[in-house]
């Protein structure tokens, strides 16, 4: 359960994107009349490169041009931060995952700052996860997965994208349900992590589509099972860990577009529609679904409402694990 002082912090959320703004009217009858960054606080050529660019492509609709800034470091922090310190105009954004603002604020004082200066627009689309092993372990499903790291409790380490991320309480969530021991290796990011688990420097990890697609297809690595309630169209055939060993578990990675607190409530209402514009488009769709990503749009509050029920189950999977930034 979430704690009184969460529970307020939510509420005050969405009481603002309900107050905010109410004056603005002729201000966002200009709205854009300057370029807009989207700042994407990770490196390029990961999802979220993906996302900032389609929204770029669909915010520069409106008449001016948009920049992607990427500010790469420490799990998201310091492109959340830079962004909470913007201008609450509207001309500086932020794609974040979801880990960012359910997880981070849990772990890190720093990022609980900056979670407080922060407000949703919409959600962009959400990542299935698998679970992937190296082609090489001889097991073919997550079954014989799971088997095989019981016969040796406490030999293997899992892989993780970094400490907080949600690769990483994605796998500490499975190891609680299925009962595995297993230990954390962490690394700066998906890349290395999967170069590491092709070679079996790792044994497994739970990692995003983006990232394991392409070695899945090539051969180097195995999809066991997917995180979602749901298959992923893009690999049909493999099974999801709720149908064959863990009854109702779901897990999924979403990416939203924030803004720095404060923007006027009518320019945000310019921004929304343009994003559900551009995420449902043919080519928008086609382009993150190649890499197993499903296009989405939505309303802040339903951002609000995404974000309280995860913090609240990440909450829970933090305290059981013992999680830090340390780790």
């Known amino acids: 359960m979430l704690d009184h002082r969460w529970k307020k912090r939510f509420a005050s959320l969405a009481c603002g994107l309900c107050l905010v703004g109410a004056s603005s009217s002729s201000y966002a009858q200009t709205f854009p009349d300057k370029p807009i960054t989207i700042v994407a606080p990770y490196p390029p050529g990961g999802a979220t490169d993906l996302y900032a660019r389609s929204v770029a492509a669909?915010?520069?609709?409106?008449?001016?041009?948009?920049?992607?800034?990427?500010?790469?470091?420490?799990?998201?922090?310091?492109?959340?931060?830079?962004?909470s310190r913007a201008a609450p105009d509207g001309y500086t954004m932020l794609i974040g995952a979801s880990s960012m603002f359910s997880v981070l604020?849990?772990?890190?004082?720093?990022?609980?700052t900056v979670?407080?200066?922060?407000?949703?627009?919409?959600?962009?689309?959400f990542n299935p996860s698998y679970v992937v092993v190296p082609a090489s372990l001889p097991v073919n499903t997550i079954q014989e997965l799971?088997?095989?790291?019981?016969?040796h409790p406490g030999k293997y380490g899992y892989g993780s994208a970094g400490a907080g991320t949600s690769q990483h309480?994605?796998?500490?969530?499975?190891?609680?349900r299925a009962g595995l021991d297993l230990f954390p290796v962490q690394y700066k990011g998906s890349s290395p992590m999967v170069v590491d688990l092709i070679s079996e420097r790792v044994v497994m990890a739970i990692e995003q589509g983006p990232a394991v697609l392409s070695y899945i297809k090539a051969g180097k690595l195995k999809a066991l099972?997917?995180?979602?309630?749901?298959?992923?169209?893009?690999?049909?055939?493999?099974?999801?860990?709720?149908?064959t060993v863990l009854p109702g578990f779901e897990a999924v990675t979403w990416f939203a577009l924030y803004?720095?607190?404060?923007?006027?409530?009518?320019?945000?209402?310019?921004?929304?529609?343009?994003?559900?514009k551009t995420m449902s488009s043919k080519e928008v769709k086609e382009r993150l679904g190649a890499v197993g990503v499903e296009a989405a749009s939505s309303t802040p509050e339903e951002v609000v409402k995404r974000q309280a029920a995860e913090t609240a189950l990440w909450k829970d999977v933090i305290a059981r694990s013992k999680i830090s930034l340390e780790d």
């Open 259 to 276: 803004a720095p607190k404060g923007v006027p409530r009518n320019v945000i209402d310019k921004v929304v529609p343009q994003i559900a």
């Open 146 to 151: 799971i088997a095989f790291l019981k016969q």
């Open 115 to 125: 979670y407080q200066k922060i407000e949703p627009v919409s959600i962009l689309g």
């Open 225 to 243: 099972a997917v995180t979602t309630a749901k298959r992923s169209e893009a690999l049909p055939n493999v099974p999801t860990l709720a149908e």
């Open 169 to 176: 309480v994605f796998m500490e969530l499975f190891k609680q």
């Open 58 to 83: 669909g915010l520069g609709e409106m008449g001016q041009s948009v920049i992607v800034d990427n500010r790469a470091g420490a799990s998201g922090i310091i492109g959340a931060d830079y962004v």
């Open 105 to 112: 604020p849990l772990l890190s004082k720093r990022m609980d």
